[in-house]
């Protein structure tokens, strides 16, 4: 109990970050309001995307656990965001992480165990 049940991502353009999100991640779209974008990640975690509030660079940073955040953040580059912060190392413990900004203007992570 008391863990997320549901994250929104701020977005300009819904249908943009539909395409980023699900091409770069794999996760799963479904529109059932119109303007209003609902995700699930693989491990069936989700959210949505809304244009009631804007993208921002200040706030909370959501991250996204990724296999490989070097060939993560290339591919997010070729699809529209921007690298932030290469693959950066935490603790032997704690592993990885690095930063990007989506199309849309959100500052995201990248965390990896290697």
């Not at 996760?27 to 303007?35: L, N």
């Not at 290469?86 to 959100?106: A, H, M, Q, R, V």
Request: glycine fraction near 14%; charge should be negative.
């Amino acid at each position: 109990m008391d863990g997320f049940t549901h994250i929104e991502i701020p977005t300009t353009d819904s249908k943009k970050s539909k395409e980023f999100y699900s091409k770069i991640f794999g996760w799963k779209m479904q529109e059932d309001m119109p303007g209003y974008v609902m995700f699930s990640t693989g491990d069936n975690q989700g959210g949505g995307f809304t244009t009631d509030t804007k993208p921002s660079c200040d706030g909370v940073v959501l991250y996204i656990e990724v296999e490989d955040i070097t060939n993560k953040l290339t591919e997010i580059e070729a699809a529209g965001g921007k690298k932030i912060k290469d693959k950066t190392g935490i603790s032997p413990e704690f592993g990885f992480y690095g930063l990007f900004t989506d199309p849309c203007g959100n500052i995201m992570g990248l965390w990896s165990r290697n």
